[in-house]
């Protein structure tokens, strides 16, 4: 490398004893109107070694070294105090400097693809630090002041040999995505709830034998937990964790999956693939947001491997029927169906509606024009109709309740809860009431009113029904 490249932000003596008055260059090209250098790539070459004189390059920011055959960096980057990025990623280094672990500014550090054995615990120094990945290297611990690095979001460790994570990871609070994938683990902490805004988990190919309850942990949206040896799902994992969309637990020794996965009702991936389950709970159907299941590989007794083979729309629709033929049999109805399977039941909470907690599919009944000749449902779900004095829609006020759930971790009401709670009658009754209250907003126009009788649609439902049946279904 050009030894002309560490003094670049100092003009050379022939620069600088140019006559002005002959110069022939262009203005933006001068020396005295250059710009210092904040950010250098050499990466991709076959560069063994960093010279000492990088220390001249004070206004770096930016630093990408990956891609060579360095063996090691030299102290002087650490008086780079303006470095904020450093990518050392695919060299032949075991250790860094300890000069470097006193950067003050620095933010993001990849050290991936070496031949580190263990992290220096003066890394615990770089309390800026947010991004660090140290994967596809031979670490086998980690050092006990890392969690001293709380302004870390993401700590990708994937491709090592890391046996055990130390007790203070926790305090690392900050902490978006941790990726352990490939490692020896065998157990995770147990207070791993006071990494409250963790939102992936990546935890595939190692030894773990059982899952935390992860309670605290509500921020998570991905639990990759794969090839490893987990036996069960604890059912207090389910509650704990209402925004879990993927769940992956594919290739584990899971013998039953538990009632309890309807609580994870946003839902959307779950795959236990190659484990030895021989029962689906018909829970499953309840999961409205669910849009892949992958059961494969298991010997499931319960379901013909046809109806397996045709995906989870077919699953799903043929667990839902079971639930309701059971209820029936008990002497039940559709209500009584959604009860007691678990299918999910839609909740009132004075007719305050969260749309982040409706599915897709759901018909809504909000309808913000007049039609002259009466009311028409826009809805594509059959309807019934029924001449009525007011006119109103029993989609109308259907949404989750966040706050209940909170309250009851997840669990629907129970019919004579809800006449408890509903003195008044039935959900079409209070819907009737609720309507009018709505006819009589201020701003004409904004819900559909006519003095004259009406038309008013039902949802496939004996009048006095509580609840809603997944549309899905219907």
């Given amino acids: 490398m050009p030894k002309r490249l560490y003094d670049i932000n100092e003009a050379d003596a022939d620069s600088k004893a140019v006559n002005l008055e002959q110069l022939t260059i262009k203005e933006e090209d001068a020396w005295w109107n250059q710009v210092p250098l904040n950010n250098l790539d050499l990466s991709s070459n076959t560069l063994t070694h960093i010279s000492p004189k990088i220390e ?22 650490g008086k780079l105090e303006k470095l904020v990025r450093l990518n050392v990623s695919h060299n032949k280094l075991s250790q860094l400097p300890r000069a470097m672990y006193s950067l003050p500014e ?79 683990l065998t157990s995770l902490p147990e207070d791993m709830g006071l990494l409250r805004k963790l939102d992936c988990l990546y935890l595939q190919h190692n030894d773990i034998l059982e899952l935390p309850e992860f309670e605290g942990n509500e921020a998570l949206n991905e639990l990759h937990a794969s090839n490893n040896f987990i036996k069960i799902i604890p059912k207090a994992m389910c509650s704990n964790l209402p925004h879990l969309k993927i769940l992956d637990l594919r290739d584990n020794k899971i013998t039953e999956l538990p009632d309890e996965l309807c609580l994870l009702r946003n839902l959307n991936r779950l795959d236990v693939s190659n484990n030895t389950i021989s029962v689906l709970p018909v829970t499953l159907s309840s999961l409205a947001h669910l849009i892949s299941l992958q059961v494969e590989g298991n010997p499931i007794k319960t379901i013909r ?110 019919p004579e809860n809800y006449q408890q709670q509903h003195q008044n009658g039935s959900l079409r009754s209070l819907f009737v009431q609720q309507q009018q209250q709505r006819m009589e907003y201020p701003y004409p126009g904004y819900f559909m009113y006519q003095q004259q009788q009406q038309q008013q649609f039902s949802y496939e439902q004996d009048p006095s029904s509580r609840s809603a049946v997944h549309p899905r279904w219907v």
């Fill in 305 to 414: 491997r046809d109806i397996l083979q045709c995906g989870t729309t077919r699953i799903l629709k043929t667990l839902h029927d079971r639930a309701v033929a059971k209820a029936k049999e008990e002497g039940g109805g559709v209500d009584d169906a959604s009860t007691s399977a678990g299918i999910s039941v839609t909740r009132l909470r004075g007719g305050q509606m969260d749309d982040g907690d409706i599915p897709g599919n759901f018909p809504d009944s909000f309808h913000h024009q007049q039609q002259q000749n009466g009311f028409q449902c826009p809805c594509s779900y059959p309807c019934q109709q029924q001449q009525m004095q007011q006119q109103f829609c029993v989609y109308e006020p259907l949404r989750n309740c966040q706050e209940y759930d909170r309250q009851t971790q997840g669990r629907i009401y129970e």
């Fill in 106 to 184: 620095l933010r993001h550090l990849n050290i991936s693809y070496n031949e580190f054995v263990e992290l220096n615990p003066d890394i615990s120094d770089l309390h800026m630090l947010e991004f660090l990945d140290g994967g596809h290297n031979n670490i086998q611990s980690l050092p006990g002041g890392i969690g001293f690095l709380v302004r870390l979001t993401a700590l990708l460790l994937p491709y090592n040999h890391i046996k055990e994570l130390p007790p203070d990871l926790v305090n690392m609070r900050s902490l978006q995505k941790i990726d352990l994938m490939h490692n020896d």
């Fill in 56 to 77: 001249n390059l004070q206004s770096l920011t930016v630093l990408t070294l990956h891609d060579n055959a360095l063996v090691e960096l030299p102290p002087e980057i």
